[in-house]
């Protein structure tokens, strides 16, 4: 039973930082672990992936610039540091587990509950 479970999520003023953290209960050399969010009314969205061998990282083009992914090998947990934040990035953002370098939903096996971001103007 493979469990993932996001913390770190809340209501920030535009412009402001959250970390997110996801701990797993196990990750392989292999996986590829992500992070996707999910607006109200909205499909879930892609927004950052990393490769757990070779630390190789994607962002999506709204998140660039702005939002750092980082993994703890000790830990097996991945952040997502999120800097000036916007309005447009309130959403659930769920953290995902998988085998692939994939930025679309159906390639992770495994996600986790959600946490939600709140970006107030």
């Known amino acids: 039973q493979v469990t993932l479970q996001e913390s770190g999520g809340g209501l920030v003023q535009s412009g402001g930082s959250l970390r997110l953290t996801c701990e797993a209960s196990?990750?392989?050399?292999?996986?590829?672990m992500a992070w996707f969010r999910q607006a109200p009314g909205k499909e879930r969205e892609f927004v950052a992936l990393?490769?757990?061998?070779?630390?190789?990282?994607f962002y999506a083009d709204s998140v660039k610039g702005r939002f750092t992914i980082s993994q703890d090998n000790a830990l097996n947990t991945v952040d997502l540091q999120m800097n000036s934040l916007k309005d447009e990035d309130t959403a659930v953002y769920y953290c995902?587990?998988?085998?692939?370098?994939?930025?679309?939903?159906?390639?992770?096996?495994?996600w986790g509950q959600g946490t939600q971001v709140t970006v107030a103007s």
């Open positions: 990393i490769r757990w061998r070779g630390r190789n990282t």
């Open positions: 196990s990750i392989y050399s292999s996986s590829v």
């Open positions: 995902a587990r998988g085998s692939r370098y994939a930025t679309n939903a159906p390639a992770y096996d495994y």
